[in-house]
Structure formats: C-alpha cells, structure tokens
C-alpha cells in the first residue's frame, strides 16, 4: 500500500498539486490551564465543498505538531488524496479524560464540547457523526477509542494503533495516577472505569466502525490481544491486525495508511 501511495504522491508532485493547507491554531478554553493549539490540515476542493474529519491523537510527550514533524509528514498529500480535513490536538499528556483530580485538565469535555463545534464552524467539515472519524496512536489511540465509545454522537468511525487500551498493567506509568487522583491500588473501580477495556459494553452500544493494530513486539501488544478477544467475545464487529514492528513513528506511519482507507470506506457508505 505504501508502494502505491508513494507512485500517486510522486505524479502528483510531477504535475505541481500540493493545494492542501496546514493551520496552526490556538482555541481560548476554560477547560484546559491554557489555548489549546491545533494542528488543521484542510485539502483542495471546489469552492463551497464539504468534507469529512478525521481526529489524529498524539501519544504521551507529543504534542499537535508530531504527525506532522515526526511520524507522516506527507499528511497533507493524503489529505487531498482522500478529500479529508485532518485535526490533530495538543494531547498534554492528559490520556484524553477529563481528569477527576485536576479541573483544568478536562480534555474529553474540550474535545467534545470546544473543539468539535469550533472546527466544524471554522472549516468545510460534513458536521455528522457518520462523517467524523478519530483515531491516534499509543496514549492518542486510548484517547480515540474512549472519546469515540463515550460519545458515539461525535463519532461514527475510531481506530487505535499501538494503543494504551487497559491502563491498569501500567499502573505506576505515565502519569496516570496523578491525572485520576488515587492509585490503582487505592481505587480500582476508578481504574476499571477509566480504561478502554473496562468499557465493553458501551464499545457495543455505540456501533462504531473500529479498526484496531498493533506491532506483535510492541509493549502494548498484549492489551490489545486481550481487547480484540474481549470485541470478539461480545460480538462486536471490528478489524484487527498484528504487525511486525514495535512502538515507533515507522510502525504508526505505515498503520495511518490503513486507517484512512477503512475511514474512506466508512464515510463512502
């Protein structure tokens, strides 16, 4: 597929296209300690066009420049391959919760309530769940499916690749137990609440159109075993790879490839 995209990308360098354009953005919020920066890379399209979104998370110590800079700097190419506006947030390290423990760290309620409203009113988006679709990789693909499950109105389509889908084997890591104010030890049903994989059951209410990857050498790759079986066990329909690879950009910028043509699929229903 790589192959492929790079012989479109070369003829369309060969014949000057690059009509896409990448804002930098900063939204005012009293949900966050400050603006939030974003990064919106909007494609070339006849005047008056509309077009579907896809909400690309970073992971833990990125922020809303890393698709971009470090893991697919040709996201612009691929946006006006797919007529897709692309949105990729300033994660703060916040695992994409609004935090119990700290009130100016509510992202969830920023993403939902700010920042969806604020794109679909500054940008040629299709503002319908059917239209919107979410993913991001490591801390960004928890971040996906948990907004996605939570929020099923948002989104009609979420991936994850390489994602933290069950927070509790790592539980001492990344600043989780400051953002939710108590240990796993102290309060599991806190954890067990705050985890893709202890939200099963809304996965399946929400009907979502999941794709789901991750390197088999990957420190993540056994949570997502578990909730590829756990999907499987609760009949809810879902893609799932195993790759080669561990947790790196190479790995993410060959697995957003994959995500974007389940995406157009979903949207082109």
Sequence with gaps: MKKAFLAIFAAAVALGAKAFTT???????????????VTVITPEGEKNAKFPTVYILNGYSGDHRDWTRLTEPRLGELADQYGMVFVMPDGRNSWYWDSPADPKMQMESFIVKELVPYIDAHYPTKAEAGQRAITGLSMGGHGAMWLAANHPDVWGSVGTMSGGVDIRPFAKNWGIPKLLGQSY???????????????????KDAGLNIIIDCGKDDFFAGVNEQLHRDLLAANIAHDYTSRPGNHSHKYWANSILYHLLFFNTAFNK
Aim: glycine residues 2%; hydrophobic residues 40%.
């Design 23 to 37: 804002d930098t953005i900063a939204i005012p919020t009293s949900l966050l300690s400050s603006p939030e920066k």
């Design 185 to 203: 030890s102290e309060n599991p049903a806190l954890w067990d609440s705050h985890t893709v994989a202890g939200i099963i059951p809304k996965i």
